[in-house]
């Protein structure tokens, strides 16, 4: 993940005007001690995304422009041969990693996965598999049959809401944390989004530490690095499990300490494993639903089980368009704003006529839209609720068109 200072010389490169290219490169360059004498090389990959073509090439043009000694594509040779030792490395994990683990009975180790990947993308956002509860395209399937679902790079997964992936993983390593008799920190980073009930669920029930961020994945990360064990999984699908230095050396110690009894040793090497399966670097969708499917199955749980560990909140997302979304400041993790003034008190105005209620709204990064989330006990007071707090982004921040109609 990009650490902000590297954030912040991209930005600065991008802004730069053509005359003035080199000249933030050396700046960049000075202040990163950069050594202009070692040799480096660069991969670019791109997903299947139409506009991957000529963004790719961009970058590739960029770099010859640089005067490398480009080799040009990468060969599907050497694309095999890069897939075909994660694939190796995620399937030693999950078979052997697991195989050794006590199930319940009846149950089987492993879980065999097929991944069909001949299907094409079709240009239909991940969110819609959850926001608009779709299947993907091209896919047929019978009610409670088990599958997921992943993006273009395959960085995000669908099984259910991502807020229940969090909530699996996070109580499973809880529970052999305590298993193993190891006193780490876990916590969940969640973001605005997140349905309302598994927050509570989480924080109530399992007593785990819930940290809200600002929308966005890298938000997210940097919040996890916080604690010894970090789980995020944002709204979008993105996410991964976070292990510090300090959690994984204890985790490692007491997996290799022969004096320890049974239940500690196999707590041990379950959460050694999953460190050993999991891509901490980036969101990794094969990695990801390996562990789902691991920790199902060490569990003896259905996903009718899973899904059963709690009821979401009943929800709603709109966007409003507006002259300028400029004018939305937020604060609280994105959930309240502070201008313009009014905009607060009439969303909690409006709030508190619902019941188990909750709003917020925020500006698009990208476009004059204010997205709008509302969540209540029930879909039509939901949709109610989304539709008043709509007008009332529409009345006060300025809206653009007609006025947003009840759903």
């Known amino acids: 993940m990009v650490t902000p200072a590297w954030e912040g010389y991209a930005t600065q490169l991008a802004n730069a005007e053509q005359e003035g290219l080199l000249t933030a490169m050396k700046d960049v360059i000075e202040r990163e001690a950069i050594s202009m004498a070692q040799e480096a090389s660069m991969f670019v990959s791109k997903d299947t995304r139409p506009s991957s073509e000529s963004l790719s090439q961009a970058v590739l043009d960029g770099v010859h422009a640089l005067e490398s000694h480009s080799k040009g594509a990468l060969t599907l040779g050497f694309n095999y041969t890069l897939i075909f030792d994660y694939i190796s490395m995620n399937h030693i994990t999950y078979t052997a990693g697991f195989s050794q683990t006590p199930l319940e009975k009846g149950q089987s180790h492993p879980l065999s996965v097929c991944l ?209 979304r400029r004018v939305i400041d937020t604060t609280d993790a994105e959930r309240r704003t502070v201008s313009p003034a009014g905009l607060q008190e009439a969303i909690d105005s409006l709030v508190h006529k619902h019941r188990q209620a909750r709003s917020f709204v925020r500006p698009s990064g990208t476009e004059d839209v204010v997205r709008v989330y509302a969540e209540a006990d029930t879909q039509e007071s939901a949709d109610a609720l989304a539709h008043e707090v709509s007008l009332a982004v529409y009345r006060i921040v300025g809206g653009v068109g007609e006025e947003p109609k009840p759903l």
């Open 116 to 324: 069909y990947c001949s299907l094409p993308r079709f240009p239909i956002p991940i969110f819609l598999l959850f926001c608009l509860t779709s299947l993907s395209l091209g896919v047929e399937m019978s009610a409670g049959e088990r599958c997921c679902s992943y993006d273009g790079d395959a960085d995000r997964i669908v099984y259910y809401y991502c807020d229940s992936i969090a909530t699996l993983i996070s109580t499973y390593l809880k529970e052999l944390l305590t298993q193993a008799g190891l006193d780490l920190q876990i916590a969940v980073v969640q973001t605005a989004y997140a349905n309302g009930i598994s927050t509570r669920y989480l924080e109530d029930t399992m007593k785990v530490i819930v940290r809200c961020t600002k929308t966005g994945v890298k938000h997210l990360h940097h919040a996890a690095q916080e604690f010894d064990i970090g789980v995020y999984f944002e709204a979008n699908a993105h996410g991964t499990v976070l292990f510090s230095k300090e959690a994984e050396e204890n985790i490692q110690q007491l997996a290799r300490d022969s004096n320890t009894n049974d239940e500690r040793e196999n707590a041990a090497l379950l959460l050694q494993n999953t460190v050993n399966l999991l891509n901490q670097t980036v969101g990794d969708a094969i990695s990801d639903m390996l562990l789902i499917e691991a920790v199902l199955t060490i569990r003896g749980m259905t996903v009718q089980q899973w899904d059963a560990i709690y009821t979401d909140l009943p929800n709603r997302q709109l966007k409003v368009k507006v002259a300028d």
